[in-house]
T-cell receptor
Framework: SQTIHQWPATLVQPVGSPLSLECTVEGTSNPNLYWYRQAAGRGLQLLFYSVGIGQISSEVPQNLSASRPQDRQFILSSKKLLLSDSGFYLC??????????FGPGTRLTVL | GENVEQHPSTLSVQEGDSAVIKCTYSDSASNYFPWYKQELGKRPQLIIDIRSNVGEKKDQRIAVTLNKTAKHFSLHITETQPEDSAVYFCAATPGGSQGNLIFGKGTKLSVKP
């Protein structure tokens, strides 16, 4: 069966520091991968999606970036974090005909 | 682009009552509408979904209805239980997208024993 991993589970970072969040998927090939952000008490905002290795589409302008170096690996990065980057970051995957499945998430606090 | 509106933002019901959450969407080409349940501090989990060629789908106490003409869909939970308390999100997949879900802002459901 398919599983999705995210790490770290929680992270506290100072403003201006870099960020790297990792997501890996097992048990599937060539999935569509997504990064969502959920601010406290808010809905889910799509940040990036990828349909294949090296293919990244951005949904909103921001100081974040994403990369997909391998088929089942999706990375979210920032060179300099802002206070507004705090939130719950969720990776998700989807294959055609299936419903999107979310990872356990990373809770990021920027101080 | 697609816009999904969800109402109400909060809903409180007595145990055993029914709960209804409504969503509207703007892109008439949207063809897939899932509902997710998110418990506090956890990931959203799919509870039911419906495709644009179906008007209604039911799974035990949960049902979803879709009105393509009016561009709205609703989640119905019958015989609510305290463990149904959570935040519920509706979503839509715009036509021609790569399966990208656009979410509503969520409904916090509280079921009082």
């Amino acid at each position: 069966s398919q599983t999705i991993h995210q790490w770290p589970a929680t992270l506290v970072q100072p403003v201006g520091s870099p960020l790297s969040l990792e997501c890996t998927v097992e048990g599937t090939s060539n999935p569509n991968l997504y990064w969502y952000r959920q601010a406290a008490g808010r809905g889910l905002q799509l940040l990036f999606y990828s349909v294949g290795i090296g293919q990244i589409s951005s949904e909103v302008p921001q100081n974040l970036s994403a990369s997909r170096p391998q088929d089942r690996q999706f990375i979210l990065s920032s060179k300099k974090l802002l206070l507004s980057d705090s939130g719950f970051y969720l990776c998700a995957w989807r294959n055609p005909g299936t419903s999107p499945f979310f990872g356990p998430g990373t809770r990021l606090t920027v101080l | 682009g697609e816009n999904v509106e969800q109402h109400p933002s909060t809903l409180s019901v007595q145990e055993g009552d029914s709960a209804v959450i409504k969503c509207t969407y703007s892109d008439s080409a949207s063809n897939y509408f899932p509902w997710y349940k998110q418990e506090l501090g956890k990931r959203p989990q799919l509870i039911i979904d419906i495709r644009s060629n179906v008007g209604e789908k039911k799974d035990q106490r949960i049902a979803v209805t879709l009105n393509k003409t009016a561009k709205h869909f609703s989640l119905h939970i019958t015989e609510t239980q305290p463990e149904d308390s959570a935040v519920y999100f509706c979503a839509a997949t715009p036509g021609g997208s790569q399966g990208n879900l656009i979410f509503g802002k969520g409904t916090k459901l509280s079921v009082k024993p």
